[in-house]
T-cell receptor
């Protein structure tokens, strides 16, 4: 298996649930990202990890909690979400962090919050 | 904050037609990237342009970076249904660390 793999592909959760999104990259990259893609806004960067250290948190509400246990895996833990959090959540990786890098995206998790 | 605008927002054309989509900003970028996102998938990088005035070709796709490095265009010749998707441009942020994305142009090529 190659590339960036995200699970689950679809998730429906209530506002009081706790769930986690998983991302795994098989490219040997050092940087991993979480992006949010909603219908009315451009892709929004949520979190950046470089060499397993969080280097950026773009004012994301605390109901989203990332975790990067190693350079190949990235999680996004969700709790007490709001309906407006319904969106496509995309994971990406790049060799290193920086705007000269190429981003490789997973297929995303389509999240619906009821 | 670096902002990117893309036009048109939606475009529906017949197979075989030519089209151009645009990515514009009031900010200067050191580089711009174009991605295509198909339904149900993540974006896939098509090209990176780094030099003002640069033109890159990828089969039927021609990418141009403006001389002032504030804008870019993507021209598709003889569009095919397989070209259908969301075309996103992305530029480096103020700190050169991450990317900012435009809202995209959603292209539909009808057979």
């Amino acid at each position: 298996e190659t590339g960036v793999t995200q699970t689950p592909r679809h998730l429906v959760m209530g506002m009081t649930n706790k769930k986690s999104l998983k991302c795994e990259q098989h490219l040997g990259h050092n940087a991993m990202y979480w992006y949010k893609q909603s219908a009315k806004k451009p892709l929004e960067l949520m979190f950046v990890y470089s060499l397993e250290e969080r280097v950026e948190n773009n004012s994301v509400p605390s109901r989203f909690s990332p975790e990067c246990p190693n350079s190949s895996h990235l999680f996004l833990h969700l709790h007490t979400l709001q309906p407006e959090d319904s969106a496509l959540y995309l994971c990406a990786s790049s060799q290193d962090q920086g705007s000269n890098e190429k981003l490789f995206f997973g297929s995303g998790t389509q999240l619906s919050v009821l | 904050t670096q902002l990117l605008e893309q036009s048109p927002q939606f475009l529906s054309i017949q197979e075989g037609e030519n089209l151009t989509v645009y990515c514009n900003s009031s900010s200067v970028f050191s580089s711009l990237q174009w991605y295509r996102q198909e339904p149900g998938e993540g974006p896939v990088l098509l090209v990176t342009v780094v030099t003002g005035g640069e033109v890159k070709k990828l089969k039927r796709l021609t990418f141009q970076f403006g001389d002032a490095r504030k804008d870019s265009s993507l021209h598709i010749t003889a569009a095919q249904p397989g070209d259908t998707g969301l075309y996103l441009c992305a530029g480096d942020d103020n700190y050169g660390q991450n990317f900012v994305f435009g809202p995209g142009t959603r292209l539909s090529v009808l057979p």
